[in-house]
T-cell receptor, first 114, second 115 residues
């Protein structure tokens, strides 16, 4: 299974930026990096994904290291609603058995303080 | 547009019984995946359906099965329920099978309690 490593937990203050790291040192050239988050009592929610270049959307930014062995999800101004478990997931582009399947790790529990 | 709808939201069953859970994907989405979430094991992939065929399967016993209908709605069935089957069951849909460059949309899940 494609493996990523994330810190178990992180804390932030409201309205401050949050940088959530993810290590994927064994990533292959065609693997995408996806981020999902899960708020309490809800299903996971797609946040952002990327391959090589940094990506921005309305929710967050994704910074991918030049060697692609790590990435960072950036929440520019944390709000209390951003308190969730954040999952960094590698998705192989090898086809077949990787389709339709997300391999979740334990994720990072983000606590946001008022 | 409507999201992924899972029914029922909560379910209590007795050991040995069977249960059927339902998932209606986002309109136009043809890939439906199922996941089990427990405190001990986290989120684990059960199986994926596309065009009414199971295309991918996780490491679960044969008591766990599913199907997909022509309108892409999907059901999963668990037979001979065990206490350890108590979990949150999540359904996710996607426009395409190739998930590498697309995101999945998850439902809120069905909370199954086996007593």
């Amino acid at each position: 299974d494609a493996k990523t490593t994330q810190p178990n937990s992180m804390e932030s203050n409201e309205e401050e930026p949050v940088h959530l790291p993810c290590n994927h040192s064994t990533i292959s050239g065609t693997d995408y990096i996806h981020w999902y988050r899960q708020l309490p009592s809800q299903g996971p929610e797609y946040v952002i994904h990327g391959l090589t270049s940094n990506v921005n959307n309305r929710m967050a930014s994704l910074a991918i290291a030049e060697d692609r062995k790590s990435s960072t999800l950036i929440l520019h101004r944390a709000t209390l609603r951003d308190a969730a478990v954040y999952y960094c997931i590698r998705i192989s582009n090898a086809g077949g058995t990787s389709y339709g399947k997300l391999t979740f790790g334990q994720g990072t529990i983000l606590t946001v303080h008022p | 547009k409507a999201g992924v709808t899972q029914t029922p939201r909560y379910l209590i069953k007795t050991r040995g019984q069977q249960v059927t859970l339902s998932c209606s994907p986002i309109s136009g989405h043809r890939s439906v995946s199922w996941y089990q979430q427990t405190p001990g094991q986290g989120l684990q992939f059960l199986f994926e359906y596309f065009s009414e065929t199971q295309r991918n399967k996780g490491n679960f016993p044969g008591r766990f099965s599913g199907r997909q209908f022509s309108n892409s709605r999907s059901e999963m069935n668990v037979s001979t329920l065990e206490l350890g089957d108590s979990a949150l069951y999540l359904c996710a849909s996607s426009l395409r099978r190739d998930s590498t460059n697309y995101g999945y949309t998850f439902g809120s899940g069905t909370r199954l309690t086996v007593v």
